[in-house]
């Protein structure tokens, strides 16, 4: 079992709750995907079925928890499909009432609650509104913004915080400063970012993109369009990595370099900053992000990226 680091608050309510019997019913826990909700909640459904009530990792309940073998404990997930329907919550409501096998608490983790149809959230409306006194449920969700008002009035909710730069180097040690604060926060992310050299790639290309826009070349900036052609998600992590470089040339010029990102382009940093005052830098980014909100509206990724290079240049060199 993994420790959930950073989320010893979190953690530590709920150990109180446990050891104290107050535990209640249904807990919604939210957060990004990658957040750590399924670590917090596996590390809480072990301290609700360890023997002393502190995931000591040793009794059986406990064993039984990390083997995936606790009869008492009920997983539920959308697994490759788009949602999750009513029947699995019926069949899982059966499943409620047949009281614990090997504990005094039966646990029931929905894994993307927020993919619940309207329909299976209205089942489990009448499963939570009136539980067996040993049922805890846990509907883990991206986005509260899925769940209806009706169960989400009957429920806990705990929000999953992003953790520190400190806290990501105990989980993912050895990766860059860049992606420690790239991933902002997310462990999840972190690790998926860890070793994908696309993104590294996307980095130094946005960077020399932003940096080139103070060069001479006019013609340079369309060797970058082609870069912004592969989709929307594509074209909108290109310009999250421009603007990163402009914030880190905006820093640099508050004498700020400690706390730069792309610390590995200092020099194209430099460079930049040596043809633009703080104005233009300012108003560069407020370019980026126009073009940003555009690509969310119908329309060509190539005209936009391509207004947005023009309208760079136009700021930078009057």
């Known amino acids: 079992m993994i420790l959930p680091i950073g989320q010893e608050r979190i953690t530590d309510f709920f150990k109180a709750l446990v050891q104290s019997g107050r535990l209640g019913h249904a807990y ?39 083997s995936g073998a606790n009869p008492d404990v009920i997983r539920i997930s959308n697994e490759d499909k788009a949602s999750i329907g009513v029947d699995k919550i019926r069949e899982m409501i059966r499943d409620v009432y047949v009281r614990p096998i090997i504990s005094d608490k039966k646990v029931i983790i929905i894994e993307n609650a927020h993919l619940l149809t309207k329909g299976a959230q209205n089942a489990l409306l009448k499963v939570i509104e009136e539980p067996p006194e040993y049922a805890v449920f846990f509907l883990l969700c991206d986005s509260k913004s899925g769940i209806l008002p009706t169960v989400i009035s009957r429920v806990n909710t705990v929000n999953i915080p992003p953790l520190g730069t400190a806290q990501l180097k105990q989980i993912v040690p050895g990766a860059s400063d860049f992606l420690y604060h790239y991933c902002q926060g997310n462990p999840g992310r972190l690790m998926e970012l860890r070793d994908d050299e696309e993104l590294q790639n996307q980095r130094s290309n946005a960077c020399r993109a932003v940096a080139g826009l103070a060069g001479d070349d006019g013609f340079d900036m369309y060797t970058y369009i082609p870069l912004f052609e592969a989709g929307r998600p594509q074209a909108n992590t290109m310009m999250d990595l421009m603007l990163m470089f402009v914030r880190d040339v905006m820093l640099h010029k508050s004498n700020l370099d400690g706390i730069i990102i792309n610390k590995d382009k200092i020099n194209d940093i430099k460079a930049f ?46």
């Open 273 to 318: 900053s040596a043809s633009v005052n703080s104005e233009k830098c300012f108003k560069v980014a407020e370019c980026i992000q126009t073009a940003q909100r555009q690509l969310g509206k119908s329309g060509s990724l190539t005209i936009a990226a391509q207004t947005m290079f023009i309208k760079c240049r136009e700021v930078i060199h009057d």
């Open 28 to 66: 919604l826990l939210f957060g990004d995907r990658g957040c750590g909700k399924k670590t917090v909640c596996n590390y809480v459904t072990h301290m609700i079925m360890c023997s002393s009530k502190s995931a000591c990792m040793r009794c059986n309940g406990c064993l039984t928890v990390s």
